[in-house]
C-alpha cells in the first residue's frame, strides 16, 4: 500500500500552493527524478510532483490521484496521471552500478589476421539485467512514496506521477489541476 511522504511543517516550504475549498494544496515539480527515503530513483519516461495536501485539524478528504493532472507548455489537452505500476517498470537508481562482466577469453579465431571477424564480437556491450531483488526494492521505494488515496486525514504527501518522455529543458510552464472532492484550483509550478 501507498504510504506516501511525510508532509513538509508548512504548504510554504513547497515552490507553489493554492487553496481548494478549505483545503491547501502545496506542490513540486521533480521532472523525472523519483524522490524516495532512500534516495532518488530516475525514470525517462515519465514525471513526478510531489504533494503536500493541508486543512485544518482534524479534517480529512478522500483522495485520488485521478483528481489531479498537468498541462504542459499551456497545451489544450492536460496529461492524466498514472498509477505507480507502471512508473515503476522504467525506474532507474542511478547509485547501482552493473557487475563487471567476466573476462573475455579470446578464441583461436580472433587471433589469427584472417578475416573472421571476431574483433566485432567485442563492440557490442552485454546486455545487463537488474537482478530481481534490486527491481523489488526499486518498486517497494516507488510505492511507498505515492500519494496513498481514499479517506486520509490532513495533512498528507506523496507523489503523483505523469507520462512525459519530453526533456526538462523544453518544459517552459506547468500547471497544476485539481479538480476534486475539496473543489477546483490550478496552481503553476516551477519547471
Not at 10 to 30: C, D, R
Not at 88 to 116: C, H, I, Q, R, Y
Amino acid at each position: 500500500e501507498a504510504k506516501g511522504m511525510p508532509p513538509r511543517t508548512s504548504p510554504a516550504e513547497y515552490l507553489a500552493h493554492g487553496q481548494a475549498g478549505a483545503m491547501t494544496i502545496a506542490a513540486e515539480f521533480t521532472g523525472h527524478s523519483v524522490p524516495t527515503a532512500q534516495g532518488p530513483l530516475t525514470t525517462e519516461d515519465y514525471v513526478a510532483v510531489e504533494l503536500g495536501l493541508f486543512g485544518a485539524p482534524d479534517a480529512k478528504i478522500r483522495l485520488s490521484a485521478n483528481d489531479f493532472s498537468l498541462r504542459v507548455n499551456g497545451k489544450k489537452s492536460a496529461l492524466t496521471t498514472e498509477p505507480y505500476g507502471r512508473v515503476v517498470a522504467n525506474v532507474k537508481d542511478p547509485e547501482w552500478e552493473p557487475p563487471e562482466p567476466p573476462a573475455s577469453k579470446k578464441s583461436a579465431l580472433s587471433t589469427g589476421g584472417g578475416g573472421g571477424g571476431g574483433g566485432q564480437q567485442d563492440s557490442t556491450p552485454p546486455v545487463v539485467h537488474i537482478p530481481i531483488g534490486v527491481q523489488r526494492a526499486m518498486a517497494q521505494r516507488v510505492q511507498k512514496a505515492t500519494l496513498p488515496e481514499g479517506d486520509r486525514a490532513l495533512p498528507v504527501a506523496g507523489l503523483i506521477y505523469f507520462q512525459y518522455r519530453g526533456k526538462e529543458k523544453g518544459v517552459r510552464t506547468l500547471e497544476l489541476i485539481y479538480s476534486g472532492p475539496a473543489g477546483k484550483a490550478t496552481i503553476e509550478l516551477h519547471p
